[in-house]
């Protein structure tokens, strides 16, 4: 049997933490933060733990790991 691959979006995006949970970026920080509230943009710094349900789905993306 083949090894699986891994999808190079999400190797892209996303890493594992020591523990074994998903790790991301914040969403929508690119540009036009001049209408963002300062509270968005602060609480939006680093990264963020992937919730459960979406950890689920995204490691049939990732057999092996990131």
């Given at each position: 049997?083949?090894?699986?691959?891994?999808?190079?979006?999400?190797?892209?995006?996303?890493?594992?933490?020591?523990?074994?949970?998903?790790k991301g970026n914040v969403a929508c920080k690119r540009h036009g933060l001049i209408k963002?509230?300062?509270?968005?943009?602060?609480?939006?710094?680093?990264?963020?733990?992937?919730?459960?349900?979406?950890?689920?789905?995204?490691?049939?993306?990732?057999?092996?790991?990131?």
């Amino acid at each position: 049997m083949p090894k699986m691959k891994t999808k190079s979006a999400v190797k892209k995006r996303f890493s594992m933490t020591g523990t074994g949970k998903l790790k991301g970026n914040v969403a929508c920080k690119r540009h036009g933060l001049i209408k963002r509230p300062q509270k968005m943009k602060r609480q939006a710094r680093g990264t963020f733990l992937i919730s459960d349900g979406d950890c689920k789905r995204l490691t049939t993306f990732m057999p092996y790991g990131v």
